[in-house]
């Protein structure tokens, strides 16, 4: 900690309230990783003359809307309802303006700011929003032309100290976040809208659009959470690792094991798992149709994340498999009877083979028919699904808004 003669004067001449309003589930989770620390980052970086309330709330629906604009709005809506100074929006939804990849974005007349949360990448999320967060207030506070920017350059420069005791990497005041491996690969560009775009003031882009969408895609598939869906896999265990199990007591498979070369090994491997996300896709209806999306983009997003997010817990499940037959062979199949029946010396590499072969074929002969144990874990690690139940919750609060409303409409037309 810094000695008190460091310390800004803590008597705050003026008091700000600043709103945050995360989306459920990851977005949620970030922030409240990091509110507790926010109040104290933003009286040291952002304006030490005020006293920093922060409130929270979660709200579904910026979570299922398909455009900036419309997230921004409806941010809007809750600041004056809220009565905060600013508030920052964070979505898990991916944005797009005009062709590119909003990472964030803010308008200073409006005291409103959001940031994509996949967009910040994989890891370390809570670092890199609190990074976000705090440069977006200081557009909307100071404000974000050139001269502002540079002011608060010189600002950031006195206090690079204390930004460094706080972890904050960022160095720039005209940069969303600090220089870390990932932002060296994909970097962002600040874009500063006219003045008389109502909408927003100042926006991040990704420099480049293939990474962006790298990175982009890397971050959804992390809001996923693809190790959520292993628990939904123990029917499948148990109905693959049986079916195996009964084919390693035929020395067909040995022969086959040994006959194979490491090529057939992982077209076979590769097949399996494909087969496997394939059909999950398929049985469950994950695949995401153009009419729930705001566009062709959106949709080979949500599909990919989709496929990726599966692919993840597949290779999982079928690395977990291998290791329990390789266990299974190692103790159960006779190392002699297996040398005899093959006509050669047997090590552990042919015991390895065996177990990748074998939890192949169980892959293909018996996960494949088999069901989850709950299909709900499974749909709730895709992006459409989550935002369809986000969307039927809103519809429901607004229908039973509207209804209150007209409950009441009736009751002072009575009492006239």
Known sequence: MSDSSDCPDSRSSTSLRLGLIPAPELPEKIILRCVDELGELLHWHVDEGADWQIDIVVDPLVGGEGSASEVMERAAAIREREQWDYVVCITDLPLFRDGYIA???????????????PTLGISPLRKRMREAILHLVSEMHWGGSHEERAQQQQRMDERKPQRQQHGLRNRDAHSLLGLRFAELL???????????????????????TWRGYIRLLGGMVRANRPWSMMPAFRHIFAV?????????????????SSEYSIARFVVLMLAAIGSMVAWL????????????????????????????????????????L????????????????MAETLHQPVG?????????????????????????????????????????????????????????EQQEQQESQKKE
């Open 281 to 320: 896709i398929i049985d469950h209806g994950l695949w995401e149709p153009q009419q729930y999306t705001h566009g062709k983009a959106v949709t080979r997003l949500y599909n990919a994340a989709t496929v990726v997010t599966l692919g993840i817990g597949v290779c999982v499940y079928f690395i977990v």
């Open 103 to 117: 990472v964030a974005e803010a308008s200073d007349q409006r005291g409103v700011a959001v940031i994509s949360q």
């Open 348 to 404: 552990l590499s042919n015991f390895m083979l065996l177990a990748w072969l074998a939890t192949s074929v169980a892959t293909f002969a018996g996960a494949l028919g088999a069901g989850l144990e709950s299909e709900e874990v499974v749909r709730n690690a895709t992006y459409g699904y989550r935002q369809r139940q986000r969307n039927n919750k809103v519809e429901k609060l607004q229908e039973r808004q509207e209804k209150k």
């Open 240 to 256: 693959a690792f049986g079916t195996g199990a009964y084919g390693l007591i035929f020395t067909t498979l040995w022969i086959l």
């Open 322 to 337: 291998y290791l329990l037959f390789l266990t299974a062979v190692v103790v159960f199949v006779p190392t002699g009877f």
């Open 186 to 208: 994909v970097s962002f560009r600040r874009v500063t809208c006219p003045q008389d775009n109502a909408d927003v003031d100042v926006r991040f882009l990704f420099t480049s």
